[in-house]
Structure formats: structure tokens, C-alpha cells
């Protein structure tokens, strides 16, 4: 089982990056998915999650409206797009997935992590 995360960058404020996840070794389709981020010094933050079964999402408050996450579940991979990046943005970007009834953006609810993809926001 493993998640590999990619797409991360140097990108200044406002512009945009859209991060991949990609799931080798198992299927997607019974899993909720989250991005989680951590910037150093600070505790992993729940970024966004979707569920498995109808693709209801969930978005922390200081990223709603920015950034928006998608799952294919045939290409394994799940992806956020990010939108109008501001410097607190600038963080280590974690995919991960887990089982249960629904997504919540909380760390305990998953059971698989990829390594970060870092995000970096400067001008």
C-alpha cells in the first residue's frame, strides 16, 4: 500500500498549484481521502477530505472556496486544486486514506499516509 504525493512548488500569492495523490497496490474506491499539511513549528492540519461513496467533501475554514478536491477513482489518484495561495498556505501537503462512514478532516480516521509534497509560497 502506498500513496505517492507530487505536484507541489514555489508558486507566489495568488497563483495556483493542483497536487496529485496516487494509490499503487490498491484501489481508491472504498477509501474517504484527505490532504492534511503541516508547516514547521505547527501541528498537521486537516486540509480537505472526500468521501467514498457520493463524493461529499469537506474543507477546512481557512481554505473553503480556494481549493478543491477530486478523486478518479480508475487512475487512483486524488487531486487538490489550489487556488489564490496566500504565505500561510506554505507547508509539507500529506495525502491520506482511511475507512469509515463518511470524510472528517481528522487524523485518527486514517490508517495510510504518503510522504509530503512541499508547498512553498513566497513573492
Known amino acids: 500500500v502506498q500513496l505517492q504525493a507530487s505536484g507541489g512548488g514555489l508558486v507566489q500569492p495568488g497563483g495556483s498549484l493542483n497536487l496529485s495523490c496516487t494509490a499503487s497496490?490498491?484501489?481508491?474506491?472504498?477509501?474517504?481521502i484527505g490532504w492534511f499539511r503541516q508547516a514547521p513549528g505547527r501541528a498537521r492540519e486537516g486540509v480537505s477530505c472526500?468521501?467514498?461513496?457520493?463524493?461529499?467533501?469537506q474543507y477546512g475554514d481557512s481554505v473553503k472556496g480556494r481549493f478543491t478536491i477530486s478523486r478518479d477513482n480508475a487512475k487512483k489518484t486524488v487531486y487538490l486544486q489550489m487556488n489564490n495561495l496566500r504565505f500561510e498556505d506554505s507547508a509539507a501537503y500529506y495525502c491520506?486514506?482511511?475507512?469509515?462512514?463518511?470524510?472528517?478532516?481528522?487524523?485518527?480516521?486514517?490508517?495510510?499516509w504518503g510522504q509530503g509534497t512541499q508547498v512553498t509560497v513566497s513573492s
Open positions: 491520506a486514506v482511511g475507512r469509515s462512514t463518511g470524510c472528517h478532516l481528522l487524523r485518527y480516521e486514517y490508517d495510510y
Open positions: 497496490g490498491f484501489s481508491l474506491d472504498y477509501y474517504i
Open positions: 472526500i468521501s467514498d461513496s457520493d463524493d461529499t467533501t
